[in-house]
């Protein structure tokens, strides 16, 4: 298990890292990653944040994309290098987005019915099921649904 040392806002100069993680993470999954122009490009957008959690030796193991303004927060992304998940790393990163969010904010996330290591994560952190999205997620011949989670900031 990886301690984090560090959750901070992402630099512009940490997109190509940032490309290579969200890479190694949803590469095989029905997602396309993001590139490092991808990422420059919602690094740039003023209403985006961006964190990186930095582990052991200053080295980028999870990283999280969210847009907040108009009284609501949408959490694009989160992700973590599959040699350190299961360490609190995600969490860290969801709690520290949500931390910086003004009381009665409506955060919004998706997640593949089938992330159950994720649904466990959200539902943990207060998120409710407000909806679904059939057929959201496609992979190769199947196509699964997303479910839409809220919560209201206290």
């Known amino acids: 298990m990886a301690a984090v040392i560090?959750?901070?806002?992402?630099p512009m100069?940490?997109?190509?890292?940032?490309?290579?993680l969200h890479d190694i993470c949803f590469a095989t999954?029905?997602?396309?990653?993001?590139s490092a122009?991808?990422?420059?490009a919602i690094m740039r957008a003023p209403t985006n944040r961006t964190l990186m959690a930095r582990g052991s030796g200053g080295k980028m193991v999870g990283l999280l994309v969210g847009g907040v303004g108009g009284g609501e927060a949408e959490i694009l992304s989160i992700c973590v290098s599959p040699a350190v998940r299961r360490a609190g790393i995600a969490r860290a990163l969801l709690v520290a987005f949500l931390s910086d969010l003004p009381p009665g904010t409506r955060s919004l996330l998706e997640v593949a019915v089938d992330n159950l290591a994720a649904i466990s994560l959200y539902e943990s952190c207060d998120f409710s099921e407000v909806g679904r999205r059939p057929n959201y997620y496609a992979?190769?011949?199947?196509?699964?649904?997303?479910?839409?989670?809220?919560?209201?900031?206290q």
Do not use: C, Q
Not at 6 to 10: Q, S
Not at 13 to 20: D, I, N, P, Q, V
Not at 37 to 40: C, P
């Open 13 to 20: 100069e940490a997109a190509g890292h940032m490309a290579s």
């Open 6 to 10: 560090e959750i901070e806002p992402a």
């Open 139 to 153: 992979g190769g011949k199947t196509k699964v649904d997303a479910i839409i989670y809220a919560r209201i900031e």
């Open 37 to 40: 122009h991808a990422f420059r």
């Open 29 to 34: 999954l029905p997602e396309t990653p993001w």
